[in-house]
């Protein structure tokens, strides 16, 4: 059974279409308008296998923030419609994440109870023209609307570029592990049954 899913979202502030595929092969086709973020969500579908397509169009004449919120709404929304019920997923899942003189551990739990926190610090307030304070609202709006547990902590780091592409990259694999299917799951992982 395919776990994809398709979600389309137009406002007077932006126009997405976002298309996932857990299953992939880490394939990506990005059109946001952000180019930085398109950096990232690249890294994000190579290291987590997952097949992603973006088309936004935004007010990016403004700022990148509408788009990059957007962004982060339309792919938490298409990852929680492919998990499916869920069953025979991990669930849980981890990655610890080095890039160069930065260090990213992120930890998930696909909960269906949304929760943020952000243990980060870094100096620089843009990476070329992109505003970094924006990665605290897309993560926030991806854990929202996927409805996860998602905890992102980076320890150390100097430079605010490896800092950001250290946490994408923890953040997939850690997804990818949690999104897995484990044959020795029956049903949902919870003594609850459900999530």
Known sequence: MARTATIKRTTAE??????????????????TGVPFLTHMLTLFAKHGFFNLEVNAKGDTDVDDH???????????????????????IRRYGEATVPMD????????????????????????????????????????????????????????????????????KAMARALDHASSLDPRIEGILSTKGSL
């Open 101 to 168: 003189d930065a260090l990213a551990q992120v930890v998930v739990d696909l909960s269906d109870r949304p929760h943020f926190v952000l243990k980060a610090d870094w100096e620089a307030q843009k990476v070329g023209t992109f505003d970094t304070e924006l990665v605290h609202e897309f993560l926030w709006k991806f854990a929202l609307e996927a409805r996860i547990n998602l905890h992102v902590i980076v320890p150390y780091g100097h430079n605010t570029h490896h800092i950001i592409e250290a946490i994408f």
């Open 66 to 88: 509408h788009t990059t919120e957007d962004i982060g709404i339309c792919l938490g929304q298409a990852f929680r419609q492919a998990l499916g019920d869920k069953a025979g």
């Open 14 to 31: 932006t126009d997405i279409t976002l298309c996932i595929d857990l299953d992939g092969k880490g394939n990506s086709k990005l059109e």
